[in-house]
């Protein structure tokens, strides 16, 4: 039984993303407004970076450390591949972001309920609120290069089945093995998020918001850390 819980926090955290296309679907909104929801979005996931994934109670760890690069060099690779072999769109670089931190960020959760059912609400609001300017972002891009709302629909939903079946496998091996060390799992995904973020997120924040995006940004980076603070 616990382990559906766990699907159901990683579905949850994840599900934003539908809710974000379903905005660009149906209520289109400007161009700008898309930008500065993505601004504020940033904030979230840069303190969701800064509070709850990389460590910072006790002593640091190296390895840690450098699990975060490995997810940086894996969001690089897998985006360049992908760019490779289409049109290199900031877009789908937010949509590879979104699968490849939500998968750690679901492992996380899932490894919460094993130990316990302590689940960062903290953490999961982060989540939550970052998903939703990504996927308004990028569907919006989909939507302007003709892509259908339901292949956007079809992309999101496969994610939030990924982010499922991410957090049970996070749960199952914290049962396999008790001494899992869910920082190297965190560190993976803080590193594949501040690629992103660098790579696509924030330039076209800035493209489509203008100088306002600054402030969203502050402002997506305060509320999230102060769910941090008050948990």
Do not use: C, K
């Not at 492992?107 to 998903?131: E, I, Q, R, Y």
């Not at 939903?157 to 079946?165: C, G, T, Y």
């Amino acid at each position: 039984m616990d382990v559906l819980i766990a699907a159901l926090w990683g579905a949850a955290g994840a599900v934003s993303l539908v809710i974000g296309a379903w905005l660009a679907v149906h209520r289109r909104p400007p161009e700008r407004r898309v930008g500065l929801v993505m601004g504020f979005g940033s904030g979230a996931l840069i303190a969701a970076v800064a509070y709850e994934l990389v460590p910072h109670d006790g002593e640091p760890s190296a390895w840690a450390f450098l699990a975060l690069a490995a997810g940086a060099l894996v969001f690089f690779f897998v985006d360049r591949a992908v760019a490779a072999t289409s049109d290199g769109s900031g877009d789908r670089s937010i949509v590879i972001g979104a699968l490849l931190d939500g998968i750690p960020e679901s492992l996380v959760l899932g490894m919460g309920v094993a130990a316990g059912g302590h689940v960062s609400v903290a953490f999961l609001a982060a989540v939550f609120l970052s998903n939703m300017p990504e996927s308004l972002g990028a569907t919006s891009g989909m939507l302007a290069s003709g892509q259908t709302p339901r292949r956007a629909y079809r992309t999101w939903w496969a994610i939030v089945a990924v982010a499922a079946v991410s957090a049970m496998a996070g749960y199952g091996v914290l049962h396999v093995l008790p001494g899992a060390d869910g920082r190297y799992v965190e560190g993976f995904a803080a590193g594949s998020v501040l690629a992103m973020l660098a790579t696509s997120m924030v330039p076209e924040a800035y493209r489509r918001g203008g100088r306002a995006t600054g402030l969203l940004t502050a402002l997506g980076f305060a509320v999230a850390g102060a769910l941090s603070a008050f948990e």
